[in-house]
């Protein structure tokens, strides 16, 4: 069996891409990671579909829930930022306009597009009981976006598809939106299924790793983290929420957590108020 690297079709493109975006490293965990297509052009798609995800779904404007998510937003970005700027990784945040939104829906979900557009479910906030569970879950989030796992899950999605760089995805967002926002809700979880492209369980941990010291450096407590995907496994019903969809072994995401723990005891201890 050839490997799609080395059939023609692909070859050509694949090399040209891989030397002009070559790889880079993920903040915190320092994976390498080899990016298909320029952030930007996710940004630019990113925003085009979240905007319509507000303009059909119910976003819920007023009360005490939706400025939680809001807050907690606002802080963990502003936290996140002034540490990606510290650290030489401003590029991470090049582009991104943070918006934090509650939707009125059932499904207990949450997701962050490219660019830092950020949705909570209504479904989701019982699970998350109080602030420090909506910032575990933001800091999970969010770490997806700084991460770039969308651009991963995109690419890979390209490729699948047979088109061949992030030039034909930007064709395709004019000519195709339906599509596009198709492979754009797979990538990021949108909605209350699991696409092709489920969310595997190397994003999901490193979201988590992440999104653990994330939350700590926005002075919330991150020894909740454990607790709250203690409440998420115990939810129950016939359907497991998306977000547990490729994290089978609860125990192995918990032992997880447990190593990371004094790390980010450590930092919110420095970040406390
Ligand atoms: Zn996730």
């Given at each position: 069996?050839?490997?799609?690297?080395?059939?023609?079709?692909?070859?050509?493109?694949?090399?040209?891409?891989?030397l002009?975006?070559?790889?880079s490293?993920v903040?915190?965990?320092?994976?390498?990671?080899?990016?298909?297509?320029?952030?930007?052009?996710?940004?630019?798609?990113?925003?085009?579909?979240?905007q319509?995800?507000?303009?059909?779904?119910?976003?819920?404007?007023?009360?005490?829930?939706?400025?939680?998510?809001?807050?907690?937003?606002?802080?963990?970005a502003?936290?996140?930022?002034k540490?990606?700027?510290?650290?030489?990784f401003?590029?991470?945040?090049?582009?991104?306009n943070?918006?934090?939104?509650?939707?009125?829906?059932?499904?207990v979900?949450?997701?962050c597009?490219?660019?830092?557009?950020?949705?909570?479910?209504?479904?989701?906030?019982?699970i998350?009981?109080?602030?420090?569970?909506v910032?575990?879950?933001?800091?999970?989030?969010?770490?997806?976006?700084?991460?770039?796992h969308?651009?991963e899950?995109?690419?890979?999605?390209?490729?699948?598809?047979g088109?061949?760089?992030?030039?034909d995805?930007a064709?395709?967002m004019?000519?195709?939106?339906?599509?596009?926002?198709?492979?754009?809700?797979t990538?990021?979880?949108?909605?209350?299924?699991?696409?092709m492209?489920?969310?595997?369980?190397?994003h999901?941990?490193?979201?988590?790793?992440m999104?653990?010291?994330?939350?700590?450096?926005?002075?919330?407590?991150?020894?909740?983290?454990?607790?709250?995907?203690?409440?998420?496994?115990?939810?129950?019903?016939?359907?497991?929420?998306?977000?547990?969809?490729t994290?089978?072994?609860?125990?192995?995401?918990?032992?997880?957590?447990?190593?990371?723990?004094?790390?980010?005891?450590?930092?919110?201890?420095q970040?406390?108020?």
């Amino acid at each position: 069996m050839k490997s799609i690297l080395t059939s023609p079709k692909y070859f050509v493109p694949l090399f040209l891409i891989l030397l002009v975006y070559g790889c880079s490293k993920v903040p915190l965990t320092g994976r390498r990671q080899i990016r298909l297509m320029p952030e930007s052009t996710l940004i630019q798609a990113s925003s085009l579909s979240y905007q319509h995800v507000l303009d059909t779904a119910k976003i819920v404007k007023t009360g005490a829930q939706a400025e939680m998510v809001k807050r907690v937003g606002a802080r963990i970005a502003a936290a996140v930022e002034k540490y990606l700027k510290e650290n030489g990784f401003q590029s991470r945040i090049a582009g991104f306009n943070w918006q934090f939104n509650l939707i009125q829906d059932d499904n207990v979900n949450a997701w962050c597009m490219s660019g830092g557009k950020v949705a909570f479910y209504t479904g989701i906030m019982p699970i998350c009981k109080d602030e420090t569970g909506v910032a575990v879950v933001m800091g999970h989030e969010i770490a997806h976006a700084i991460a770039r796992h969308g651009n991963e899950r995109v690419s890979q999605s390209i490729v699948l598809q047979g088109l061949s760089t992030g030039i034909d995805f930007a064709l395709l967002m004019k000519e195709e939106p339906e599509t596009t926002r198709q492979i754009l809700n797979t990538a990021f979880g949108v909605g209350g299924q699991v696409g092709m492209l489920a969310f595997s369980r190397k994003h999901e941990s490193e979201s988590d790793e992440m999104g653990l010291l994330f939350m700590a450096m926005a002075g919330y407590d991150p020894s909740e983290a454990p607790k709250f995907w203690d409440r998420m496994n115990n939810i129950g019903g016939q359907r497991p929420p998306v977000m547990l969809s490729t994290h089978p072994d609860p125990g192995k995401r918990q032992a997880d957590l447990q190593a990371q723990l004094p790390k980010a005891m450590e930092i919110y201890n420095q970040n406390k108020r």
